[in-house]
């Protein structure tokens, strides 16, 4: 050994990647040991020893290797003894800064076991090596994160298991899912649970839980408050879980959740959080269907939390306008409850008894069945003139092709027997099974009638929604009031159902079996249901709807005695 080397003083520098205490614990010691048996071998002086527990992926993030460079360029020291060049440094700002001090003669030795490092040696090699060591650590983040990534897709929580948890230590590696901890489990379940209750803040549940139930964490200490609101807002508990956080990749976990989404949900609530942690927007029955009366604005809905003094929390839901076309609309907002109150007023008045509804639907298939026979007849006919078309067709080309025709002679004739012949098939695609359309029709809605009140008021959400989309067009709040364009033949059940209700209310005792031919002929006898038929009568259910043509010349109609006793059906059905 030169003695220009034996005057030079050295750092031990011993790291180890972990932070954690319990893991590579024997990595500084050997390190410490090895490198101390090397310098007392070659006579190396060590002025002072260096243990680090540390990551070097990221550069300024050692506090122990900063003192040790600061050190270096004050003169306190001018080596450095290390395992391996990739203690020193894992990332390229380091490494570079570690280089640059070597060839300046900042540091004139590095020593390891296995090598020896001068300002004069080929650079080429430490800077080899100081990138394997930098790839090395991206290639094992990559693959860490892949790794995680996978577990994540199949359920497994892929992080440190939250309180009341444990990750299974019985498990092969990259299946360690996380398990219920014996010990915390319930008190977890219990902490959630008084929150429920809506009469304990998370502080007193915090006081409760480390004062009376002694709960701490797996590490021996006591819970601190944040980590009991990070508790609370954890999705985990309910089963799911974001990974990465922040992603929107969200999993369904196959451990056993503490609580249900339903309570999770409620708990957010109480916490008076803004919206919900987990990836599920609220929907309101009446937002996206109805207009604001007086600027045209949709209608949209808001959650409002009241808490008493007591500890009671009450949620209340409001519909109001938008005011996105003009923020002065002075239309105010309007409960739920009030607005349900109004909708199903208005469907009390549609609704009919299951009776009138059978007994109506039996009289329009009568009538149907009567004008059968002349339907098919029609039907019949027009296929008798397409055939009739198609062989006119065919004859024409024969006679062009024996040259009885000129060619302006066959260009008209084919023109016209081409367009009777699309006409015809118009015909008969339209003179389908109309009337069954029109049968299913009025069974619609004559049900939506019946059922629709029932129906709204113990159905869920959707059911709502599409009972007010159909009780008619352009739903609108103005005032405070719900008003929709009710469509016709609704409006004709609307005058029918008071009569047929003041028809059922004279059948008392209730419970007892309604006769069908008695009631039907108090139907019949009814005033308003067998009032005349307007001069210009109409299709109720529109034009674009059904085109129902008049099976029978209305001379007929007038003369036959179910019509004449029950215009106010013809109205409805149009027939």
């Known amino acids: 050994m030169e003695q220009s080397e034996i005057k030079i003083k050295y750092i031990l520098y011993a790291r180890k990647s972990s932070e954690s205490e319990d893991r590579q614990a024997l990595s500084l010691d050997s390190q410490e040991k090895v490198l101390t048996e090397s310098a007392e071998r070659y006579r190396l002086t060590i002025t002072e020893v260096l243990r680090e527990s540390h990551s070097a992926k990221e550069p300024s993030k050692r506090q122990v290797f900063s003192e040790m460079v600061k050190k270096i360029k004050s003169g306190k020291a001018q080596g450095i003894l290390c395992w391996k060049l990739d203690r020193l440094a894992r990332n390229p700002d380091e490494a570079g800064m570690?280089?640059?001090?070597?060839?300046?003669?900042?540091?004139?030795?590095?020593?390891?076991?296995?090598?020896?490092?001068?300002?004069?040696?080929?650079?080429?090699?430490?800077?080899?090596?100081?990138?394997?060591?930098?790839?090395?650590?991206?290639?094992?983040?990559?693959?860490?994160?892949?790794?995680?990534?996978?577990?994540a897709q199949r359920?497994?929580?892929?992080?440190?298991?939250?309180?009341?948890?444990?990750?299974?230590?019985?498990?092969?590696?990259?299946?360690?899912?996380?398990?219920?901890?014996?010990?915390?489990?319930?008190?977890?379940?219990?902490?959630?649970?008084?929150?429920?209750?809506?009469?304990?803040t998370p502080v007193q549940v915090w006081r409760i839980a480390t004062n009376e139930w002694k709960l701490k964490t797996r590490q021996g200490k006591p819970l601190g408050r944040c980590t009991v609101y990070r508790l609370l807002t954890n999705p985990v508990y309910y089963g799911v879980y974001e990974y990465p956080q922040g992603s929107g990749n969200?999993?369904?976990?196959?451990?056993?959740?503490?609580?249900?989404?339903?309570?999770y949900d409620k708990i957010q609530v109480i916490l008076g959080r803004k919206g919900k942690p987990r990836p599920k927007s609220h929907i309101f029955a009446f937002t996206g269907i109805m207009h604001c009366g007086e600027c045209g604005c949709l209608i949209t809905a808001e959650n409002k939390i009241k808490r008493q003094k007591n500890g009671n929390v009450h949620t209340y839901i409001y519909y109001h306008c938008t005011k996105r076309k003009n923020p002065d609309c002075s239309q105010k907002c309007i409960e739920e409850i009030k607005l349900k109150e109004q909708i199903i007023n208005?469907?009390?008045?549609?609704?009919?008894p299951p009776e009138f509804h059978e007994w109506a639907m039996n009289w329009l298939r009568k009538e149907i069945r009567k004008n059968t026979s002349p339907q098919a007849a029609i039907k019949e006919n027009q296929k008798k003139q397409f055939e009739e078309c198609e062989k006119k067709l065919n004859n024409l080309i024969d006679m062009r092709a024996n040259g009885e025709l000129s060619e302006e002679q066959f260009r008209q004739k084919n023109m016209e027997y081409t367009k009777e012949k699309i006409r015809l098939e118009e015909l008969l695609a339209q003179g389908g099974d109309k009337t069954q359309k029109l049968l299913e029709r009025a069974d619609e809605y004559f049900t939506l009638a019946r059922d629709a009140k029932d129906e709204f008021v113990n159905g869920g959400i959707e059911k709502r929604r599409r009972i007010v989309t159909k009780l008619g067009s352009n739903p609108i709040l103005k005032d405070r009031i719900f008003n929709a364009c009710v469509e016709k033949p609704l409006l004709v059940i609307e005058n029918i159902a008071k009569e047929v209700k003041d028809i059922h209310a004279t059948l008392e005792p209730p419970k007892i079996p309604v006769n069908k031919k008695e009631i039907g002929r108090l139907y019949a006898q009814n005033l308003i249901v067998r009032r005349r038929e307007d001069s210009n009568l109409r299709c109720p259910f529109g034009h674009t709807a059904f085109r129902v043509r008049r099976l029978q010349p209305l001379s007929h109609v007038s003369n036959d005695n179910t019509l004449t006793k029950n215009p106010a059906l013809h109205q409805i059905f149009c027939f």
């Open 346 to 352: 208005k469907l009390d008045r549609l609704n009919i």
């Open 155 to 200: 359920g497994i929580y892929p992080t440190v298991a939250p309180i009341g948890y444990l990750n299974d230590p019985y498990a092969q590696k990259g299946n360690k899912a996380i398990i219920r901890d014996p010990e915390r489990f319930a008190m977890v379940r219990r902490m959630f649970d008084l929150v429920l209750t809506g009469h304990h």
């Open 98 to 151: 570690i280089i640059g001090m070597l060839q300046r003669g900042e540091i004139k030795h590095i020593k390891t076991p296995e090598k020896d490092y001068r300002p004069d040696d080929n650079s080429l090699l430490s800077y080899l090596e100081f990138g394997m060591a930098n790839q090395y650590i991206r290639d094992l983040g990559s693959n860490v994160k892949r790794g995680l990534h996978e577990k």
């Open 250 to 263: 969200w999993y369904k976990g196959i451990h056993e959740p503490v609580i249900t989404a339903e309570e």
